[in-house]
Structure formats: structure tokens, C-alpha cells
């Protein structure tokens, strides 16, 4: 092993410990439990475990039928095992499988750096960006699919640069396999790598006069395609039909809630900040400019630009997270500029600015609010790293949640409403029981899409009469904004689902009211079966002395300006 080679590893293992250091750390001290499309998606991870490790097949027939509802491939529940079975099972232990992502990004980055210099140092200034880019470090600690699809796409490009054009079938072989699963961490996998595909066919392909060699490349991106083919098309195929009319759905609901469209310069925004940042982003354009011209670098610069020209036309709304695959290629454009400008010299000089910047970061995660490491300043300064998730505290959700199981046993609880609220109630429900059965009928609607199996006024409230709980609020300034604040919910729809209630309302009694931010009181309604009265009179009725010489236990005392029995 070579001098520059001991140094590159040494220097790439510091580079894994730092960020792995920084991103178990927040998540060591964050407490905020998952929202939304993260939350369902760590449900589902946690539902595979207990299935394949506790003896749970129930919890294994819920995770095929989310997973084939879900709008989600299902790799990165396969991911998650491996912090899920060491770990004690809870709503924060899935996301810690994402080291294993940072570990791609920063690796497949490294390579991809090299390959295209021939210069170890400029691969490890390329994985020391990458590190630091603020939308990889913000995600990383995010359970949703994002991030793996920017480690999925990284591996992919590396995989296809060591190809050589197709010329090389273990690397062919290897990116086949890659891409088939990529497709299987998000559907739009796809749109970053057609890009670069077809510019390093066209590059390799057109220059070649050697018919053996073209049947050659020619066999091995067959065999890659295959490969790729069979092992995504497993999954997509039998769901093609209901992909498209979920897709039709969601672009009917960015119509409704976008007036303006987003365009290319809104991504470029994005993309500038938060995404890389504008440390990053400018070396970036200078590697786009200094660069040396050659096939590699101009296929990394069309698989860059060509995501920022078409995904406004495939999205109806732009988010940083649509960007995070382009992060890396901006890290390795950035470590080509900076080395065709300064030579080796500054390479040094980079890299130890980076490790300065991570040290700083984990310092400031301890540091006192107002000290002058603190996190806030230094982001809101530098935009060089990304920010902690915020603490989420709502002991709301929590005395919704209690009540619910409490009144409910273990018999299905509905949920009324389209808000942050239900996402922490549903939380703090499954983080007692996974399998409990919750469910938010206004959660799909307010993607658009109405729950089949209710279509008909008779099965709605039949699916609400056989209900142990109904959660719903009162109290805003207009009804739409009591069930969904932010209007996503089709107020047909929720017209329908309040008047099959108001049908079977005799046989439900309010045990519990709960105020809320913004003036909502939110309402907790518990059938009245068999044992409903019983419950309601052990928690209401003060308990008196038996005449035995052993007194029975005192029952918990009731908490009148909690519960309350609506009689109707």
C-alpha cells in the first residue's frame, strides 16, 4: 500500500466517524417523533420487524397490505433492520439504518472524484463536501426515502463510470443490479439516471470503430438493462395500473393547492440553498468551468443539470428533497475546481476547513443557545451545515392518544382530522403497539383519494358505527379549518363522513374534550357498547368503604376537568 493511498483511507475514515458521530448524535438528543409520510414509513419498518423477529404474522400481513397501498418502494424497510434488530423497537430506531446510506454517499462520491482525476486527494476533498452539504446532513436524520435515493443514485454513477463504457461485465453486472434497486427506494430514481445513461452510451458508442468491442459494451448493457428489469419489475408491474391512478390523483391535488407553478429558477434556488449551499454551489460552477473536458466530466454535468430542467415539469411543487441526489455530483464538480485552480496544494488546505467545520458542528451541538458555536448562528452565517430537526413537544397528542386507549381497548379508533395533531397521536399510539388499529380517513383524502371500500353512504357508516373511537375537533373560524387547516381535504368528502356520523352519533358518547392551539377543541367520542357504562361509572363514581375488614382498593380518583359524559 502506497503513502498516498494509507493517507486517502485514513482520511476517508475520519471523514465516516465525524459525520456518523454528528448524525447519531442529534438523533441521540432529538425526541421529536416522525410526522407524516415519515411516520407511516417508520409504522412500516417497524411492522417488518416485529413480523420477521417477534413471531408476529399479523404484523406481517399489515406490512404487505401498507407496503402495496404505499406510494413507496419497499427497499429501505429491508434497510432498517439492521438497527431495528439490535436496537430496542420505537419510532427513532429505524432512521439509524441511514448510516449506512452516509457510508454510500460519502464512499460512492470518493469514487466517482478519483475516477474522473486519477487523484486520490481530489476524491477525498469530493467526500469531505459531500459530508457537509446542508440538505444530505438535514435528511439524514429524516425517515423518509430521499436520502437513500441520493446514496442509490451516487453508487449508480460510480458503478457506471467504472464500467469504462459497458466494457468491464462485473461492473455492468453490478450496475444492473443497482439500478433495479434504486427503482425499489423511489419510482424517481429514474430521472436522475437517464441523463448521464444516455450521454456515456452516446460518448463510449460513437467513438468506437471496433465491432468486436461494440458487441461487447452492447451485451453487457443488455445484460445490465435485464438485470436492472427483473429485479424492479417484481414490484412495479403488478402495481403499474394503480400507480397511475394515484399519480392522476396527486397532480389533480397540486393543481388545487399550487396557483403558481414552480420553474427551473425556483430549483436553482433550491438547489443553491439549502441544498448545497452557496460554499458549495459556487465550487461547483467553478468545476463546471475549469474542469478538464472529458466524457466523465461532461456526463456528471448533464446528470446535474438535466434533473433542474425537468423537474418542474413532473412536479407540482418544488422541495429540496427532490435535489439531494445532485448534491454529491455538485461535491465532486466543486473538488475538480478547486484542484484545476489551486493544484494539490490547496487540497490540504480544504480538507482540513472541512474537519474544522465538522468539529465546530459537533461542538456546537452542545454548546449553550447563546455561545458562540451555537448552531442557529452558524447556519443562519455560513449556510454551510444543515439544521438539527426542531424539538416537537405536544402533550395534546398525548392526552388524545390516552384517552383513546383508555375508552377503546384495542378495537379501531377513527380519526377525523388533517393536521400535525393526528400525526403525534397516531405516533404515540404506535409507539406503545404497533399493530394498533388507528386510522385517519382524512389522511388520503387529502392526497385526493378517497378510501374505496367507503365509495358507498351505507358502508361509511357502517365502518363508523363498528368503530370504538371517533376523534374529531370544533371551534375554528369556519368548518373546513376544524378538520383540515391547510384546506387539502375535499370538503364533499368531509361533508359525507360528518353526516354518516351525525347517523350513528346516539350510539357514541363523548368521554373526553381536549383544547388545543388556535382555539380547536378537540373531541373524544367512545361507543356505547356492553361495557361503555360500566367504564364511564368506575371512572366517575367515588368509591366508598366496604364493611369488610379488608377495604377493596381505591380506584383512581376521576379527573372531572378532563372527562365528561355527554348524554344524548
Known amino acids: ?248 390523483a396527486i397532480h389533480q391535488l397540486y393543481r388545487q393547492v399550487e396557483t403558481n407553478p414552480p420553474d427551473m429558477l425556483e430549483y436553482v434556488g433550491l438547489f443553491i440553498s439549502p441544498t448545497v449551499g452557496p460554499v458549495l454551489a459556487l465550487l461547483a460552477v467553478a468545476g463546471v468551468i475549469f474542469a478538464k473536458r472529458d466524457r466523465l466530466t461532461w456526463t456528471l454535468i448533464f446528470a446535474l443539470v438535466t434533473p433542474l430542467v425537468i423537474l418542474p415539469f413532473l412536479f407540482g411543487f418544488a422541495t429540496p428533497r427532490y435535489l439531494l441526489p445532485l448534491a454529491p455530483m455538485a461535491a465532486v464538480l466543486g473538488a475538480l475546481g478547486v484542484r484545476r485552480l489551486t493544484g494539490k496544494a490547496f487540497i490540504g488546505a480544504g480538507l482540513a476547513a472541512v474537519f474544522a467545520g465538522m468539529a465546530a458542528l459537533i461542538v456546537s451541538m452542545i454548546a449553550a443557545p447563546s455561545g458562540p458555536l451555537n448552531f442557529e448562528q452558524q447556519h443562519e452565517r455560513f449556510q454551510f451545515h444543515g439544521m438539527p430537526r426542531p424539538q416537537y413537544v405536544d402533550n395534546k397528542a398525548e392526552s388524545i392518544a390516552e384517552a383513546i386507549t383508555h375508552w377503546g381497548g384495542n378495537r379501531r379508533a377513527v380519526l377525523l382530522l388533517d393536521s400535525p395533531l393526528t400525526e403525534g397521536v397516531q405516533a404515540a399510539l404506535w409507539e406503545q403497539d404497533v399493530l394498533f388499529p388507528v386510522e385517519n380517513l382524512f389522511e388520503m383524502a387529502s392526497l385526493g383519494v378517497v378510501p374505496a371500500h367507503l365509495s358507498e353512504e351505507a358502508d361509511l357508516r357502517r365502518y363508523l358505527r363498528e368503530s370504538q373511537v371517533v376523534v374529531y375537533a370544533q371551534g375554528a373560524p369556519t368548518v373546513q379549518d376544524a378538520y383540515s387547516p391547510e384546506g387539502k381535504v375535499p370538503p364533499y368528502y368531509a361533508e359525507r363522513v360528518f353526516k354518516a356520523l351525525d347517523a350513528v352519533r346516539d350510539r357514541f358518547g363523548q368521554v373526553r374534550q381536549v383544547p388545543t392551539e388556535g382555539g380547536l377543541m378537540v ?46
Open 523 to 568: 373531541r373524544v367520542l367512545a361507543h356505547r357498547d356492553s361495557n361503555w357504562l360500566d367504564d364511564i361509572r368506575r371512572a366517575h363514581t367515588p368509591s366508598t368503604p366496604a364493611p369488610a375488614p379488608t377495604p377493596p382498593p381505591t380506584p383512581e380518583k376521576p379527573d372531572d376537568t378532563v372527562y365528561e359524559v355527554e348524554m344524548k
Open 1 to 248: 500500500m502506497t503513502s498516498q493511498r494509507r493517507i486517502a483511507g485514513i482520511l476517508l475514515c475520519l471523514i465516516i466517524v465525524a459525520t456518523l458521530a454528528r448524525d447519531w448524535g442529534v438523533l441521540a438528543l432529538d425526541a421529536a417523533p416522525p410526522i407524516y409520510d415519515e411516520l407511516e414509513l417508520t409504522r412500516a419498518s417497524l411492522l417488518l420487524r416485529h413480523g420477521l423477529f417477534d413471531s408476529a404474522p399479523d404484523a406481517l400481513n399489515v406490512f404487505f397490505a401498507v407496503t402495496q397501498a404505499s406510494a413507496y418502494p419497499p427497499l429501505m424497510h429491508y434497510v432498517s433492520l439492521v438497527s431495528t434488530i439490535w436496537a430496542a423497537p420505537s419510532l427513532q430506531t429505524p432512521v439509524w439504518s441511514f448510516g449506512l446510506f452516509s457510508i454510500l454517499i460519502i464512499l460512492s462520491t470518493y469514487a466517482i472524484a478519483r475516477r474522473i482525476s486519477d487523484d486520490k486527494y481530489t476524491g477525498v476533498l469530493a467526500a469531505a463536501l459531500v459530508s457537509v452539504a446542508p440538505g444530505l446532513d438535514a435528511f439524514s436524520r429524516i425517515y423518509m426515502v430521499d436520502y437513500p435515493l441520493a446514496a442509490m443514485t451516487t453508487l449508480a454513477l460510480a458503478l457506471l463510470f467504472a464500467t469504462r463504457g459497458f466494457a468491464h461485465w462485473k461492473y455492468s453486472a453490478a450496475l444492473g443490479a443497482v439500478v433495479g434497486l434504486g427503482m425499489l427506494t423511489k419510482q424517481s430514481f429514474v430521472i436522475y439516471m437517464v441523463a448521464p445513461v444516455v450521454v456515456f452510451i452516446a460518448f463510449y458508442f460513437s467513438g468506437e470503430e471496433d465491432r468486436a468491442r461494440i458487441r461487447v459494451r452492447a451485451g453487457n448493457m443488455t445484460m445490465a438493462a435485464m438485470l436492472a428489469l427483473a429485479i424492479a419489475g417484481a414490484w412495479y408491474i403488478p402495481r403499474i395500473q394503480a400507480m397511475m391512478i394515484d399519480r392522476g
